[in-house]
């Protein structure tokens, strides 16, 4: 790509005037049109050290409302961003529906500069290019316009804009030692950059390569990119078609023929507890020590005990180290962005748990069974939560999920008793009956779930949950299994 790029090409300042006029009017209109059809926009500037990418962002803004955007620097990761996963921080950083974020320098750090100064290469530089385009996907779909230019120029246009620089004692300090060896590497980064474009341009996010030996060139081109990409966009989104998507019907369930009536006798379970109680948190110090960080999701049956099962997990953990995580519908500002977004924002660093009471499955949960999630979105979901699992993994978490599952019956038990004891009323609302009405739809959303969302790295647990003294053992000793098999011990180096 980069060479077939014409660096010769140039714009006359009456051209450039009257092309601006036109284009400056267009984008104002197009950014009121985008926030009023509630679409995010994220707009990538990648560029050679001195291509002149402040120069040309700071023209691009003349043309928007500065109330709908902000500009993020992206500099190597702080000393907090790197106990998350890679992509946590630009996650952090996507924009509200209507808004728009731009990037000077991106998540291509990543896969560009790491590839040399930290030797990036084979399966990790892979797997980094897959988190990106996972990202880049999920936003696409979820109905983002993702825009990313790559300014150009020639090795020895850049050495002439060094040494004007260098001249300048204001502006010596753009040419530092990291700058001078991306000059002096400035073929073996053409390489990076050409399988960069490669692996991560999509007909609905392509890269384009911006001439950028021309000042105003390159400002036209920007700016005709971006009006150009915004109209189309609009006009999608007036043609698109909101037509159901079907599923087979099941004919089996992973809950088919699960025994809910297992009991524990109270004697055991009394032994039992407080002993996985006092394993749990040894492993957690183990996990703090390690650096690994513990994600545990809790999905179930409304009443099958999800409240009283947190409680005794966390009873002798210790507190500086975990957070509990309670999922409603969202609010405010989560409801204008990628429903994963939230959850995002919320995962634990190193060496810290975090406990998700209801979770992202409620994509494919409560949002399938009420409607508020068309049926390709809700469908579409269980590849992006897999695609998160297996991101976190990746980055050394150790996810554990579990379902509680109980009876229709027992469900019933458990209503009646709080509704007639005052001390409980409060956790029965009509919203629980109304699900209960329900219960065949969210039986067949809770088996497609299990089927399509367990795996190897981030699988299933169904806890039996008609007994909670058989259901909060098992959910401890399932979690202490799995950090055991995870988080290696101790030896006598570590002491």
Sequence with gaps: MLESVDLDAKCSKEDYKAAMADLDLRLGVLQRNLKDAGIP???????????????VLGRLLEAFDPRGYKVHHIAPPTEEESLHPAMWRFWNRTPAQGTIAIFNHSWYRQVVDDRFDN??????????????????????????????FFLHISKKEQARRFRKLGKDKVFAWRVGKAEKRRHKHYDAYCEALESTFEETSRQEEPWT????TDERHSILTVARTLAETFERALARRAECSTGAVEFAPRHSSPLDGLDVSVRLPRTEYKQRLPELQEELRRLQYLCYVRRRPVVIAYEGWDAGGKGGNIKRMLRKLDPRGYEVIPIAAPQGDERTHHYLWRFWRALPKAGHFTVFDRTWYGRVLVERVEGFARSGDWMRAYSEINEFEQQLAESGAVVVKFWLHISKEEQLRRFNERQSTPAKQWKITEEDWRNREKWNQYWEAVSDMLDRTSTAYAPWTIIEGDDKCHARVKTLQTLVDRISKEVPALSEKDA
């Design 209 to 212: 390569i911006v001439p950028a």
């Design 119 to 148: 030797g990036l290469s084979g399966f990790a530089l892979e797997a980094a290019y897959e988190r990106i385009r996972i990202f880049e996907r999920n936003l696409a779909e979820g109905g983002a316009i993702i825009v990313k």
């Design 41 to 55: 926009v994220l707009i990538v500037f990648e560029g050679w050290d001195a291509s002149g990418k402040g120069m």
